[in-house]
């Protein structure tokens, strides 16, 4: 299945609406559910299609859920030690974090599997998780140059070890820290910059005891994660397409309601406001051991910057929107410190470069960012989104200021990360018609 988005120039985001569930969290409250004791309720789940690849995966190993009927979900949990052998290689789909929060989950439960994807997925880097799991004595491989599949295989016990993350990686972070849940003594991850603490985060909240210590956490095997109910805020990551359109847009004012504003994730809202963003915080609260706060965002005259390399991990799912954002700032923006966009869903290094020069934006890729003089006008085109869903939607808000109709290929995968994405921005202002 293909998708077209055509994209009509012009107009602005206006009113209050709310974008779907947190896709890290979503796909964290299924996991913790399942091997939780008793009966979790998540609301507010994500209904795309990453998280319900981890969803079918808990299927598949004997874990009964029900739902999810609008953003409920009910998990029931069988334990640390509750799991069965899947009868087929588990699919992640497109979801990477599927995959290397799985291989780390699963490593240590005593039975075979294999972890597949799609063929994005089959591009991605694995021995990131593959090396520290290994180091904790999981039977684990990948296929040549570290790429899935990732094969599990039985063992009888992890050891615990501490490691320094070579990258920044919540994901890798994350596979260490919940192979530790089975292994004997300490787990520790360091990590070089902070990176999402959702998975320290919920597994407090399943009452699992986590150290946190500046950029270390730690677990010890052996614990039991008891059910709790999950209220996942809405994602900023899907927010931040909305939060460039209207500040790109004049006459834009758009009001974003209980969106999760964990600081390890609104690298997003101080990059912006470094650019000149208006964007103000309303009604902070608590919800399911996360900050949520709804945001209002209006049109403000934006400028290039160069991105401070310390907020990279803290927005690092947010650069192809903010690549269309700099593209609309008066003068220069520099990013650097930003391989890891090389190895997403695509390149989303050269794959926005690609697309801000088919509009005729002065955009170079670089090793590990890109430098984008903005703030000309740039023409309509035809962008190919290479099937990654934020390179999708990041060029659907750039048609808000370009000169022509947009026309962007390979849309599907937008369902991935945000089903109904068409309607609301329609509902929003923008002038998008999928085919
Ligand atoms: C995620 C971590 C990030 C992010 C991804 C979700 C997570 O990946 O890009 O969309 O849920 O832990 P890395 O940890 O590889 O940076």
């Given at each position: 299945m293909t998708q077209t988005y055509l994209v009509r120039p012009g107009g602005a985001l206006t009113g209050t609406l709310r974008v779907p569930g947190d896709k890290s969290i979503s796909h964290r409250a299924i996991m913790l559910g399942a091997i939780a004791e008793g009966v979790t309720e998540v609301s507010g789940?994500?209904?795309g299609e990453d998280a319900l690849a981890t969803m079918n995966a808990f299927r598949a190993m004997g874990v009964t859920i029900e739902g999810p009927h609008q953003g409920r979900v009910t998990v029931h949990g069988v334990g640390k030690h509750g799991l069965k052998a899947p009868a087929q290689p588990i699919d992640c789909g497109n979801s990477g974090t599927s995959m290397r929060l799985l291989a780390g989950l699963l490593a240590g439960q005593g039975f075979s599997l294999s972890l597949t994807g799609d063929d994005s997925l089959r591009r991605r880097p694995m021995a990131r998780v593959a090396r520290p799991l290994q180091a904790m004595g999981a039977a684990v491989d990948t296929e040549p140059g570290g790429l899935p599949p990732v094969r599990l295989g039985p063992v009888k016990r992890l050891h615990g070890i501490h490691y320094d993350l070579p990258v920044a990686s919540a994901q890798v972070k994350s596979a260490v820290l919940l192979a530790g849940l089975y292994a004997d003594g300490e787990t520790s991850v360091t990590e070089p910059e902070p990176t999402r603490d959702h998975t320290e985060r919920m597994l407090a909240a399943f009452g699992y005891p986590v150290v946190r210590e500046g950029n270390t956490a730690r677990v010890t095997g052996q614990g039991v994660l008891r059910a709790t109910p999950i209220e996942v805020p809405a994602d900023i990551s899907s927010a931040a397409f909305f939060l460039v359109g209207a500040s790109i847009a004049p006459g834009s004012d758009l009001t974003l309601n209980a969106?999760?504003?964990n600081p390890t994730r609104t690298g997003i809202l101080d990059i912006l406001k470094l650019m000149g963003a208006d964007i103000t915080l309303h009604n902070p609260r608590l919800a399911g051991g996360e900050p949520v706060a709804d945001i209002r965002v209006r049109h403000a005259p934006l400028h290039g910057i160069v991105v401070p390399e310390a907020l990279v991990p803290l927005a690092i799912d947010e650069f192809p929107a903010l690549f269309v954002a700099a593209a609309n700032a008066a003068g220069q923006t520099v990013v650097t410190g930003a391989a890891e966009l090389r190895v997403k869903e695509s390149d989303r290094i050269q794959v926005m470069a690609d697309g801000l020069q088919a509009l005729g934006v002065d955009a170079t890729p670089t090793p590990d960012g890109m430098i984008i003089n903005g703030g000309r006008p740039y023409t309509g085109g035809t962008i190919?989104?290479?099937?990654d869903h934020r390179i999708a939607m990041s060029f659907a808000m750039a048609a808000l200021r370009a000169g022509g109709p947009i026309t962007i290929l390979d849309c599907a995968n937008v369902a991935t990360s945000f089903p109904g994405f068409a309607e609301l921005a329609v509902t929003a202002g923008l002038s998008l018609s999928a085919s």
């Amino acid at each position: 299945m293909t998708q077209t988005y055509l994209v009509r120039p012009g107009g602005a985001l206006t009113g209050t609406l709310r974008v779907p569930g947190d896709k890290s969290i979503s796909h964290r409250a299924i996991m913790l559910g399942a091997i939780a004791e008793g009966v979790t309720e998540v609301s507010g789940f994500l209904e795309g299609e990453d998280a319900l690849a981890t969803m079918n995966a808990f299927r598949a190993m004997g874990v009964t859920i029900e739902g999810p009927h609008q953003g409920r979900v009910t998990v029931h949990g069988v334990g640390k030690h509750g799991l069965k052998a899947p009868a087929q290689p588990i699919d992640c789909g497109n979801s990477g974090t599927s995959m290397r929060l799985l291989a780390g989950l699963l490593a240590g439960q005593g039975f075979s599997l294999s972890l597949t994807g799609d063929d994005s997925l089959r591009r991605r880097p694995m021995a990131r998780v593959a090396r520290p799991l290994q180091a904790m004595g999981a039977a684990v491989d990948t296929e040549p140059g570290g790429l899935p599949p990732v094969r599990l295989g039985p063992v009888k016990r992890l050891h615990g070890i501490h490691y320094d993350l070579p990258v920044a990686s919540a994901q890798v972070k994350s596979a260490v820290l919940l192979a530790g849940l089975y292994a004997d003594g300490e787990t520790s991850v360091t990590e070089p910059e902070p990176t999402r603490d959702h998975t320290e985060r919920m597994l407090a909240a399943f009452g699992y005891p986590v150290v946190r210590e500046g950029n270390t956490a730690r677990v010890t095997g052996q614990g039991v994660l008891r059910a709790t109910p999950i209220e996942v805020p809405a994602d900023i990551s899907s927010a931040a397409f909305f939060l460039v359109g209207a500040s790109i847009a004049p006459g834009s004012d758009l009001t974003l309601n209980a969106v999760g504003v964990n600081p390890t994730r609104t690298g997003i809202l101080d990059i912006l406001k470094l650019m000149g963003a208006d964007i103000t915080l309303h009604n902070p609260r608590l919800a399911g051991g996360e900050p949520v706060a709804d945001i209002r965002v209006r049109h403000a005259p934006l400028h290039g910057i160069v991105v401070p390399e310390a907020l990279v991990p803290l927005a690092i799912d947010e650069f192809p929107a903010l690549f269309v954002a700099a593209a609309n700032a008066a003068g220069q923006t520099v990013v650097t410190g930003a391989a890891e966009l090389r190895v997403k869903e695509s390149d989303r290094i050269q794959v926005m470069a690609d697309g801000l020069q088919a509009l005729g934006v002065d955009a170079t890729p670089t090793p590990d960012g890109m430098i984008i003089n903005g703030g000309r006008p740039y023409t309509g085109g035809t962008i190919d989104s290479r099937g990654d869903h934020r390179i999708a939607m990041s060029f659907a808000m750039a048609a808000l200021r370009a000169g022509g109709p947009i026309t962007i290929l390979d849309c599907a995968n937008v369902a991935t990360s945000f089903p109904g994405f068409a309607e609301l921005a329609v509902t929003a202002g923008l002038s998008l018609s999928a085919s």
